[in-house]
Antibody, heavy 117, light 106 residues
Framework: EVQVVKSGGGLVQPGRSLRLTCVVAGFNFDDYAMHWVRQVPGKGLEWVSGISWNGIGMGYGDSVKGRFTISRDNAKNSLFLQMNSLRLEDTAMYYC???????????WGQGTMVTVS | EIVLTQSPATLSLSPGERATLSCRASQSVTSYLAWYQHKTGQPPRLLIRDASNRATGIPARFSGSGSETDFTLTISSLEPEDFVDYYCQLCNNWHCTFGQGTKLEI
């Protein structure tokens, strides 16, 4: 059974930092690219960041570039998102997502809420 | 940067009817376009990958088609649980994007 467990969400003041962690089980973590996707309450889905299976390739959405850093530890089946200089508009549900065949996001975690206030 | 535009923003139909959702890309893309269903309070669910291939466990009433810039998600006969939000998505050179979504309402 695939499990995606996340931690690190919560309430944080503007300008401060927060680190999200996603630990997965049930598939070979180091075979797949991983992503973070968020949804601001009442809005649509927004891609935040993604990282290749080996951590070499990565990308960021324009709204977080320069503030957020994605990383992974394949030995610990873990994905991270370091969020710095947080803004009110970063308030959202953050999803840890596995990229499957042909770039499709086939496994989603339950989401962790980040509130900047 | 590729922009995905979905239409309509809201689609009002009744159970049993056919739904046609559109996703248009700002430039010609590969067929690596995916569709997701999103119910409030749950994580999104992959419906279609590669523009037209149903993901594992997805009912046959969901189908995808299209190429280059124009893609369509069709739900052949709407069930009550289908009245939620739908998004198209693709990734290109380490930049991914979603359409703004279509809300399917009764």
């Amino acid at each position: 059974e695939v499990q995606v467990v996340k931690s690190g969400g919560g309430l944080v003041q503007p300008g401060r930092s927060l680190r999200l962690t996603c630990v997965v089980a049930g598939f070979n973590f180091d075979d797949y690219a991983m992503h973070w996707v968020r949804q601001v309450p009442g809005k649509g889905l927004e891609w935040v960041s993604g990282i290749s299976w080996n951590g070499i390739g990565m990308g960021y959405g324009d709204s977080v570039k320069g503030r957020f850093t994605i990383s992974r530890d394949n030995a610990k089946n873990s994905l991270f998102l370091q969020m710095n200089s947080l803004r009110l508009e970063d308030t959202a549900m953050y999803y840890c997502v596995k990229e499957g065949e042909r770039g499709a996001f086939d496994i989603w975690g339950q989401g962790t809420m980040v509130t900047v206030s | 940067e590729i922009v995905l535009t979905q239409s309509p923003a809201t689609l009002s139909l009744s159970p049993g009817e056919r739904a046609t959702l559109s996703c248009r890309a700002s430039q010609s893309v590969t067929s690596y376009l995916a569709w997701y269903q999103h119910k409030t309070g749950q994580p999104p669910r992959l419906l279609i990958r590669d523009a037209s291939n149903r993901a594992t466990g997805i009912p046959a009433r969901f189908s995808g088609s299209g190429s280059e810039t124009d893609f369509t998600l069709t739900i052949s006969s709407l069930e009550p649980e289908d009245f939620v939000d739908y998004y198209c998505q693709l990734c290109n050179n380490w930049h991914c994007t979603f359409g703004q979504g279509t809300k399917l309402e009764i």
